[in-house]
């Protein structure tokens, strides 16, 4: 059902994913993605980007690998949203 509705999708709307990159990951989803990942067309594929690594609070991005698909500016000002939401335990 799932590799129907994807294919599906993927052939009456291509146009309308754009790029998807998702970071971080952890290196089991990884892999669970490479066998999963057979049932889009390539051309979608082409699209998609997942990137593992760690992901405390202060790990930091992984710019090498997303250099190619992102901006620098736009991974500082993603970046700095995200450590702007921290609140230190006690001060809600």
């Known amino acids: 059902c799932a590799h129907t509705v994807a294919k599906q999708l993927q052939h009456r709307y291509?146009?309308?994913?754009?790029?998807?990159?998702?970071?971080?990951?952890?290196?089991?989803?990884i892999g669970v993605w490479a066998a999963i990942k057979t049932v889009f067309h390539s051309e979608m594929m082409d699209k998609i980007m997942l990137v593992s690594g760690p992901a405390e609070q202060d790990s930091p991005v992984p710019k090498d690998k997303l250099e190619g698909r992102i901006d620098p500016e736009i991974?500082?000002?993603?970046?700095?949203?995200?450590?702007?939401?921290?609140?230190?335990?006690?001060?809600f």
């Open 75 to 91: 991974l500082d000002a993603i970046e700095k949203l995200r450590t702007d939401n921290f609140k230190p335990i006690g001060s």
């Open 14 to 29: 291509p146009e309308r994913l754009h790029s998807l990159v998702v970071f971080p990951l952890p290196f089991v989803a």
